[in-house]
């Protein structure tokens, strides 16, 4: 069927704006009488002490945001990589490994290089998918829908927040599985999940503020993220996002890395977006920045009301977000890394739903 644009000027913003409502429906499909059910038999994290994450692109950032989830929450140890690499690498699989595969698709030819590699290998093999019929679902134990909706922007941008409830879901089941959190625990995670598409609500009406950043950030050459933690991969998956669809050459690094090189890139003409809710490590960040301001450099900072008060004056602009729990940021601050990028590939004028030279669903190598 065909899929209109629904009144916005690209599928991208369509996708951007449907968020909230497509998050509801994971929700809705994961979330059962305030329990969390896995379809299927599901998957018990008891036999599990590994799992190893494998994805290209977008989705590969959604899995190292859920590396930090399953870490830090369920205490299970994470391997990350991008299926190109790890197919070939061979990698041994030790036995209690649950294998994750994550891709929108479910046909990207290395991702499902790197399944059949971890299949009679890992004691389970996974994956999160938007396509149910895909290939990466059929020859997976057990498969996790995303219920993105059909994405038809070549820029992921549903598909990765949805990856990222379902994988969040999947590792509070994993720290609920294993002894790591109490029922307190796991009722507080669930409200904070649910209490996304209301935050990310507020998050779209930020789309003016984004155009107005942005059409400075469309006279950069060089762009850099900053964000440390689990905001680490987002700034990845914001450089990502504008590289691909405004051809501004951007790069992400971890807050603390930036003194071991980027920061002689950094002088008035270099723009550093730092994504930083007010954390228990916002102020190391805040000292990230004063490092980058005392070197000319202009800092566009995306935080919440304490963040930005607690970053005082020098920055050069401000995204003001609401104030949500640690654990889901990374989710809600997807919002304005994507408005950023399409407002600025928009003040360009490039095709913004057809970037040159990149392809929905890469099927070959
Ligand atoms: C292509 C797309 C990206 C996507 C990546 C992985 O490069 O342009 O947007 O993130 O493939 O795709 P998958 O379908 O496996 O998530």
């Known amino acids: 069927a065909r899929v209109d644009k629904g009144g916005h000027k690209h599928y991208m913003a369509k996708e951007i704006a449907e968020q909230p409502s497509v998050l509801t429906n994971a929700l809705g499909f994961y979330i059962k009488d305030g329990r969390i059910e896995l379809p299927g038999a599901g998957i018990d994290f008891t ?57 929108q698709s479910g046909e990207t030819a290395d991702t499902l290089a790197a399944l059949r590699y971890c299949a009679g290998k890992a004691d389970r093999i996974l994956s999160v998918v938007n396509v149910p019929e895909s290939s990466i679902a059929r020859e997976s134990d057990l498969a996790l829908p995303i219920l993105a909706g059909r994405e038809i922007g070549v820029a992921s941008t549903k598909a990765f927040t949805c990856q990222l409830i379902v994988l969040a879901l999947l ?74 669809i405004s051809y501004i050459h951007a790069e992400a690094y971890a807050s603390g890395e930036l003194k071991h090189g980027p920061i002689a890139l950094v002088d008035k003409h270099v723009p550093v977006i ?72 928009v003040a360009k004028g490039t095709d913004v739903d057809q970037p040159r030279n990149l392809a929905k669903s890469v099927t070959v190598e």
Request: hydrophobic share 50%; with cysteine.
């Open 274 to 345: 730092v994504m930083a809710p007010r954390d228990a490590l916002f102020e190391k960040t805040v000292s990230n920045m004063q490092e980058v301001m005392a070197r000319g450099g202009k800092v566009l900072l995306i935080t919440d009301a304490k963040g930005a008060d607690e970053a005082g004056d020098g920055v050069w602009d401000t995204i003001l977000m609401p104030e949500v729990a640690d654990f889901v940021a990374p989710i809600l601050y997807a919002v304005p890394a994507q408005l950023l990028a399409y407002h600025t590939a």
């Open 47 to 103: 036999k599990i002490d590994r799992l190893t994450m494998v994805a290209c692109g977008t989705a590969f950032y959604a899995c190292l945001t859920a590396k930090y989830w399953f870490e830090q929450i369920a205490r299970l140890p994470v391997d990350v990589d991008v299926a190109s690499e790890f197919r070939y690498r061979e990698p041994p699989i030790t036995p209690g490994t649950a294998a994750l595969f994550v891709s």
């Open 171 to 244: 590792a509070v089941k994993a720290a609920q599985d294993r002894g790591e959190m109490d029922a307190e625990g796991v009722a507080r995670a669930l409200e904070q999940l649910t209490a996304l598409p209301g935050l990310l609500n507020q998050a779209l009406a930020l789309g003016d503020r984004a155009a107005e950043v942005s059409r400075k950030l469309a006279e950069a050459r060089d762009i850099l993220f900053l964000g440390r933690g689990a905001m680490y991969p987002l700034a990845h998956e914001g450089a990502l996002k504008l590289k691909e």
